[in-house]
Structure formats: structure tokens, C-alpha cells
């Protein structure tokens, strides 16, 4: 019985070893674009940025986040902000997550609000705690699902192995042709009338023309 059991707990160790080198081998090459200080005004337009990928019609952005200070009872949202231009159904996504532990999107177009999904939390996050948020985004023009457009976003602790703490995606291909320019920014809003208690963003990575393996 005794060696069946250390038999048992041997295999466990090995699956999660082999699973953890897995996971390290097909992690992400390093970014395209890497911003270490992070502002709201800081706009990145894709078209500016070189890569030697060639998974054209995808991108992958990822950025770090730090709540300041005591956490509030107004919501507040805050992530990614993705510009798309020439579409006349959305010319801004926003995408993160907000202080009551929910993961959102917001479609915009000309200033109105045409679309939110919202997703509770899957696991609980350490407030004050520096998280990671990665937004993965293809368009109709993707060599792998042809025709179709996506956004899904990752926020996870540490490096994202077995710690999401929150996932959402969006379909949007109802909202046609999406190829357009695109620019990538953080934000952080009020969802009622105060300011907003603004978090730290740092190191704002993209990766162009790219798809992620996780």
C-alpha cells in the first residue's frame, strides 16, 4: 500500500513537472514593443511598430497593475483600450477588469455605449498585489479562423501558470470588417460620478502580427 501510494505521488510530480516545462517552453517570444512607465495619454499605434511575426490580422498586448491605496465602494473599470478605425459599428473596445472583481468589455462607437459583457471573477485577487493583464485580438483577416474576430483577456497573479483570476471574451465578428489601424492605450473610469482612483499601469507589451500559445 505504502508503494502504491509513493508511486501515485511520484506520477503527480511528474505531470505537474512536465505540464511546468511545457508551459516555460511555449511561452511568448520577447515583445515587439515593451513601455516600461506607463500614462493614460500613452497611445501605441500598431502601424509603428516593427516584427518579424507573420500572423497577420492578431496581435497580443500585455500589461502590469497595481491598485493604489484602500479599495473603494464606487466601481471603477480599468485595462486595455483597443482603437480600431474605418469600422462604422465600434471605433473603441475596452477591456479589463473592475474593483468589484468582475472582468468587462465595453464596445463604443462616435461616444455611445452599443454593447458590455460582463464575467465574475474565477479566483480571488490580493489587493495592493501586482497583476497581469494580456488581451489577445484577431480580426476577420486571421489565417486561422478566416472571416471570424475575437478579443479574449487574460488577468492573472505571478506568471499565469494555474493563477487566472479573471478570463472574458467577446465574439465580434457580428461587427464586420475590424483590419482597420488600431492603437492600444490603458484607462482607468468611474462608473458613477467620483474620480477615479487611478491604478499603477507598468510595462506595456505588445506583440504584432502574433499569436499567442497560451
Known sequence: MKKSGKLIIGILFGFIFIFATSAFIISDPKADLVKEEVNESDQVALADISTGHTNRGNFKSSVKIREQGESRPEKEFYGQEITIEGNPRLDRILVGVTNNLISRIEIWNKEALVATKEIGFMNKMTRGATQTMTVDFYDQTNRKY?????????????????GDIGTINMDLTAYGDLSGQKSIQVFAKSMGTRSVHMPLFTHLSIWKNYTSFD
Open 146 to 162: 478566416p472571416g471570424k474576430s475575437r478579443l479574449t483577456m487574460r488577468f492573472y497573479k505571478g506568471t499565469g501558470f494555474l
